[in-house]
């Protein structure tokens, strides 16, 4: 195995630049007013040279304030969005949760977004005809399940787009704070599920400011802040770094 088959996500100097208009015009008058000065604006660099490896099978958690780059650097994985500077590679068939509902279709019911959304992650039909009552049986949505999910609650949200991120046996799964919504019992069925799959040998890559979850569930923890790596390591040492550092 070469240096670099051995890590799933390899992020190499990665800079991340979002444009904010300045001037916001809301009426008429105010567009024609403005029309030549309301494009101002300013650039706010996000992320500032990220180098990141992450092994295959490791399981890393993304921590640190609101604002320093952690669900950029997240979706900049997935390639949602790409960075104004640097590279990332991607070794594996990859799985994201990072936007609730993000890939249904709110007039079709869940088994037809199940359908819809497994198919976006690369399974056949078949494929998916096969996993189907597993996926069902997961979300513990069996009674609504051909139910428009415009229906839905933001956890029966939540419980769907996990059952089938889950299964579509990804090697990588990306996941961004959404398991704070939903009630106790699918959370914890949800953190099984996670260690399940690394110990597995799947790699995860996980979001949340909940420090007990990236105890239980993270060997690995990287601290941004303000756009940089402030701290990477075990998760244990740097989870009391940044407490220490927050209080």
Not at 171 to 179: A, G, V
Not at 209 to 233: F, M, Y
Request: aromatic share 8%; hydrophobic share 40%; charged share 25%.
């Amino acid at each position: 195995m070469s240096n670099n088959e051995e890590y799933a996500i390899i992020v190499e100097d990665v800079h991340k630049t979002f444009s904010v208009y300045l001037d916001k015009a809301n009426t008429i008058k105010e567009k024609l007013l403005f029309l030549f000065s309301r494009n101002r604006k300013e650039k706010r660099e996000v992320l500032k040279g990220i180098n990141l490896k992450i092994k295959k099978g490791e399981s890393v958690a993304l921590i640190g304030v609101n604002g320093g780059g952690k669900s950029t650097l997240l979706k900049l994985m997935t390639k949602i969005i790409y960075p104004n500077k640097g590279k990332i590679t991607i070794n594996g068939k990859l799985t994201s949760l990072l936007e609730l509902g993000a890939g249904f279709h709110p007039d079709f019911s869940g088994r037809e977004n199940i359908y819809f959304n497994a198919s976006i992650f690369g399974l056949t039909k078949k494929e998916i005809d096969d996993r189907l009552e597993d996926i069902i049986e997961f979300s513990e949505l069996k009674d609504y399940i051909d139910n428009p999910v415009r229906t839905y609650s933001s956890g029966m949200f939540m419980r769907l787009a996990f059952s089938v991120a889950i299964n579509v046996n990804a090697d990588i799964l990306l996941i961004d704070e959404i398991l704070s919504v939903g009630d106790q019992h699918f959370q914890d069925k949800c953190y099984r599920k996670m260690k399940e799959l690394t110990q597995q040998g799947k790699t995860m890559v996980f979001v949340t400011h909940s420090l007990q979850s990236v105890s239980d569930l993270c060997n690995r923890a990287v601290w941004l802040h303000e756009g940089k790596i402030q701290l990477d390591g075990n998760s244990q040492e740097v989870i009391q770094k940044y407490v220490e550092a927050t209080k």
